[in-house]
């Protein structure tokens, strides 16, 4: 399974930026996909992650703002970022958690699967 991003940038305060992930391989389920991020110094947190069956979970200090979606199809989420402010810079990585693949004729035990990280820097 690999994650492609693509996305980020810099902007300003009060400005917008959308990112995108999209998954390939052999999936034949997954439970959760989405963006955490990580500010140098500090853990990895969750940002955005969106169910297979379309349910959102946002981080409160983006709700309101950020808004995940998902293209079935593609396997490709979507995370549309408004009204960013500094607190908002940090790398962000996509995720693809509880991942079951397909593997010798078979369905593997799930796992998690992270792409690159994307830079989002927001000026003041």
């Known amino acids: 399974v690999q994650l492609q991003a693509s996305g980020g940038g810099l902007v300003q305060t009060g400005g917008s930026l959308r990112l995108s992930c999209a998954a390939s391989?052999?999936?034949?389920?997954?439970?959760?996909m989405g963006w955490h991020r990580q500010v140098p110094g500090k853990q990895r947190e969750s940002v955005a992650v969106?169910?297979?069956?379309?349910?959102?979970e946002y981080a409160d200090s983006v709700k309101g703002r950020f808004t995940i979606s998902g293209d079935d199809v593609r396997n490709t989420v979507y995370l549309q970022m408004n009204n960013l402010n500094p607190e908002d810079t940090a790398v962000y990585y996509c995720?693809?958690?509880?991942?079951?693949?397909?593997?010798?004729?078979?369905?593997?035990?799930?796992?998690?699967?992270w792409g690159q990280g994307t830079q989002v820097t927001v000026s003041s």
């Open positions: 995720a693809a958690l509880g991942v079951y693949s397909y593997q010798d004729g078979g369905v593997t035990s799930p796992r998690d699967y």
């Open positions: 391989g052999n999936i034949f389920a997954f439970n959760k």
């Open positions: 969106i169910s297979s069956g379309g349910i959102p």
